[in-house]
């Protein structure tokens, strides 16, 4: 089990930045993979970037060259770095942890995120 809160979501301004965090409450060393999803209103959750424990990480094409995935083991967290944000960017962002390389498992329970044009 391990349980996972999200934090750092709120409201920006297009082009502009925001970190989000994700803390598990146990360690991370041996879940296989961490990532973020993303589901915005009338849209099906969609997987935003997702990181492996050897630090192999894939970015949603989407995101690519904006977002950046990070996976601090010591600190039992996973952040997304979010630059030049549009607003199509507004969804509900979800933290989810893969222990075995199956499907997310575990999942937090979401952080809005709302870019303004």
């Known amino acids: 089990q391990v349980q996972l809160v999200e934090s750092g979501g709120g409201l920006v301004q297009a082009g502009g930045s925001l970190s989000l965090s994700c803390a598990a409450s146990?360690?991370?060393?041996?879940?296989?993979?961490m990532g973020w999803y993303r589901q915005a209103p009338g849209k099906q959750r969609e997987l935003v970037a997702l990181?492996?424990?050897?630090?192999?990480?894939n970015h949603a094409y989407s995101v690519k060259g904006r977002f950046t995935i990070s996976r601090a083991n010591a600190k039992n967290t996973v952040n997304l770095q979010m630059n030049n944000l549009k607003p199509e960017d507004t969804a509900v962002y979800y933290c989810y942890a893969d222990p075995t390389g199956g499907n997310p498992t575990y999942w937090g329970q979401g952080t809005q995120v709302t870019v303004s044009s």
């Open positions: 990181i492996f424990s050897n630090g192999q990480t």
């Open positions: 146990r360690s991370i060393f041996s879940i296989l993979a």
